[in-house]
């Protein structure tokens, strides 16, 4: 099974910073992933599919990229309703999600 | 308006079942893919199985696979869920979620609330 990997788990930054969130799958899987905001008490809602494509109504200081095994969400400038945990999710076969990173306001 | 709303959950014990309902409304069921994931509590998002729109290939995440059963009823627009065997560690809220596009692809835009089980003696 293709296990996927996001680093940091956790982060703590400023209102303003550009942050950013790896995940890693353990084989490639060309551009099949998507990522995940749940804030605390909610359900997931999606950002980006296919690695870097925005969903309808997702502010554009989120960004993904990346494409094989190495992947990456960017948030260009962090605001305060930004404060969830985000997870990646590969779909490409058996769907399976990353351990998630929670991320913080300093 | 999309909708999904889950239904089924409660308390069971070890090797016991349950089912699990999501009633769907606001889109064309039949056209999408369908898809459980859960999430123990503190913990992170776990899928669990798909089916497609027709209901005709199912999938399973190695954790469940002989013990639970997806299925849908497209003419009255719900998925399920049936759970047998019931451990503990399958404790966790459980999310129906829909996929995005028409074509099988298991990710997902639109997610219920949840219904959570709860496996104790």
């Known amino acids: 099974d293709i296990q996927m990997t996001q680093s940091p788990s956790s982060l703590s930054a400023s209102v303003g910073d550009r942050v950013t969130i790896t995940c890693r799958a353990s084989?490639?899987?060309?551009?099949?992933l998507a990522w995940y905001q749940q804030k605390p008490g909610k359900v997931p809602k999606l950002l980006i599919y296919?690695?870097?494509t925005l969903q309808s109504g997702v502010p554009s200081r989120f960004s993904g990229s990346g494409s094989g095994t190495d992947f990456t969400l960017t948030i260009s400038s962090l605001q305060p309703e930004d404060v969830a945990t985000y997870y990646c999710q590969k779909y490409n076969s058996a769907p399976s999600f990353g351990q998630g990173t929670r991320l913080e306001i300093k | 308006e999309v909708q999904l709303v889950e239904s089924g959950g409660g308390l069971v014990q070890p090797g016991g079942s349950l089912r699990l309902s999501c009633a769907a409304s606001g889109f064309t069921f039949s056209s999408y893919a369908m898809s459980w994931v859960r999430q123990a509590p503190g913990k992170g998002l776990e899928w669990v199985s798909a089916i497609s729109g027709s209901g005709g290939s199912t999938y399973y995440a190695d954790s469940v696979k002989g013990r639970f059963t997806i299925s849908r009823d497209n003419s009255k627009n719900t998925l399920y869920l049936q759970m047998n065997s019931l451990r503990a560690e399958d404790t966790a809220v459980y999310y129906c979620a829909k996929d995005l596009l028409m074509i099988q692809m298991y990710y997902f835009d639109y997610w219920g609330q949840g219904t959570l089980v709860t496996v104790s003696s």
């Open positions: 296919a690695a870097s």
């Open positions: 084989q490639g899987i060309s551009n099949y």
